[in-house]
């Protein structure tokens, strides 16, 4: 599972360094993946807003305008 999770953060962030918008990342990549668990809920953190997108392993993925992680 961890591999899984690796991955999506990987290919997503390829997809960022290609300059490719979020709205895009989401349709191709993040809305179809059987491990996105529901909407991306946009917050405000430390550096800003940013948007996180819920996990099936209870973790988030996060977004914040530059690069995808985990939290």
Same mark, same amino acid.
């Given at each position: 599972? =961890? @591999? $899984?999770?690796?991955?999506? #953060?990987? @290919?997503?962030?390829?997809? !960022? =360094?290609? !300059? &490719? @918008? %979020?709205?895009?990342i989401? &349709?191709? $990549? /993040?809305?179809?993946?059987?491990? #996105? =668990?529901?909407?991306? #809920?946009?917050?405000?953190?430390?550096s800003?807003? !940013?948007l996180? $997108?819920p /996990?099936? &392993?209870? !973790?988030? /993925? #996060?977004? @914040?305008?530059?690069? %995808?992680? /985990? =939290?």
């Amino acid at each position: 599972m =961890a @591999d $899984i999770i690796a991955r999506l #953060v990987r @290919d997503c962030n390829a997809e !960022r =360094a290609k !300059r &490719t @918008d %979020f709205p895009t990342i989401w &349709t191709t $990549i /993040l809305k179809p993946h059987p491990y #996105v =668990a529901g909407l991306p #809920v946009q917050e405000s953190g430390a550096s800003g807003p !940013r948007l996180k $997108i819920p /996990l099936l &392993t209870g !973790r988030f /993925l #996060v977004f @914040d305008g530059s690069s %995808f992680s /985990l =939290a």
